[in-house]
Nanobody
Framework: QEQLVESGGGLVQAGGSLRLSCAASGSMVRLVSMGWYRQAPGKQRELVASITSGGSTNYADSAKGRFTISRDNAKNTVHLQMNNLKPEDTAVYYC?????????????WGQGTQVTVSS
């Protein structure tokens, strides 16, 4: 069974950096996309950044110029480098993977990792 394991969240001061990672277990046959979403208290989950199998990236306006999404195909891993963090970036960050594994099509979420940015 496919599983997503996230790491890298934590507490950081405004202006600091964090790097989130998400590793997908299982035998991936074909990647469609990987992405990071976030959900702040009282708000809907929103896209932060995504990357396709071809390497095309998409960023929320709030993330442009500060965040960088990347992937390691050999390790089925996606990273989110977050720089110049702001208090409004505080949220639970979720990894999403949409791919074909040997066991079948998978579109799932990680367990979430808390990012807290203090002012």
């Amino acid at each position: 069974q496919e599983q997503l394991v996230e790491s890298g969240g934590g507490l950081v001061q405004a202006g600091g950096s964090l790097r989130l990672s998400c590793a997908a277990s299982g035998s991936m046959v074909r990647l469609v996309s990987m992405g990071w979403y976030r959900q702040a208290p009282g708000k809907q989950r929103e896209l932060v950044a995504s990357i396709t199998s071809g390497g095309s990236t998409n960023y929320a306006d709030s993330a442009k110029g500060r965040f960088t999404i990347s992937r390691d195909n050999a390790k089925n891993t996606v990273h989110l480098q977050m720089n110049n963090l702001k208090p409004e970036d505080t949220a639970v960050y979720y990894c999403n993977v949409n791919a074909m594994f040997t066991a079948g099509r998978y579109n799932g979420w990680g367990q979430g990792t808390q990012v807290t940015v203090s002012s």
